[in-house]
């Protein structure tokens, strides 16, 4: 099975994207190479790491989708 990228993109890469990241690794797994990122990145919301802080998923760090370019991704969710 081929592995899939898949980038939850969104402008400040804050709250939302961060979550979604963390759901769909819950989800896929080894299965996907599962980022998210913003097109200008802020700091991540103190509510959003309260709520990461219930899941497996521990990356606080908010990311501009041009550190992204690295990868080829299958899908890009905005």
């Known amino acids: 099975m081929t592995v899939k990228n898949i ?3 969104c402008v400040a890469n804050s709250a939302r994207s961060q979550l979604a990241e963390g759901i769909a690794r819950d989800l896929f797994g080894d299965k996907a190479i599962i980022e998210s990122a913003g097109s200008i990145p ?3 919301h103190p509510l959003a ?3 990461i802080d219930l899941t497996p ?4 760090l ?3 989708h041009l550190d992204q370019n690295r990868l080829s991704f299958s899908f890009q969710i905005a």
Not at 57 to 60: D, E, I, V, Y
């Open 7 to 9: 980038l939850f993109l």
């Open 49 to 51: 790491i309260e709520a």
């Open 62 to 64: 908010s990311i501009s």
């Open 42 to 44: 802020k700091v991540v």
């Open 57 to 60: 998923f521990s990356r606080r």
